[in-house]
C-alpha cells in the first residue's frame, strides 16, 4: 500500500514547457467548495484517517475508498487536492480523479497533467503485474 499510495502521490516536476492548456472542466467530482473546506470537512469525518506523506497531506477515507492528496505551500499549485475514488464498475476497480485546485490555470493544468500521467503509469504498472 505505500508503494501505491508513494506512486499516485509521486507528482514530481511540472511540465510547464508549451503545454497547450487543458479546457475547462465542466463539474467537479469533489462535493467541496474550497481546498480548505476539503481538509476540515476530512478532519471531521470519523472514518477518515489524516497524516503526512513527504510534504503532503494524506487523507484516506477509509469505508469509502477515497484518497485524498493536499499539495504542499511550495508547490506551484497550491492550494491543490487531488481526490481519488476507488469504485467498481462492471465488475472492476475503476479509479475516479477529481482536483480542486486554487491557483492560477497554468499552475493547475500542470497538475492535473502530472496526476494524469501518475495515474496511466500506476495502471500500467499494475497490469503488467497481472493484479
Known sequence: MKLLTAMILA??????????????????AIEYRSVAEALAGLRGKPDTRIGMQGTWIIAHEL???????FVPEEHPAYPAVIKRAFVAEDGEIQMKMGILCEAGKGACDALRRDAIEQDEKLRAR?????R
Open 63 to 69: 469505508t469509502l475508498y477515497v484518497l485524498w492528496s
Open 11 to 28: 507528482v514530481g516536476v511540472l511540465a510547464w514547457a508549451t503545454a497547450e492548456p487543458l479546457p475547462e472542466a465542466q463539474r467537479s
Open 126 to 130: 499494475e497490469q503488467s503485474s497481472g
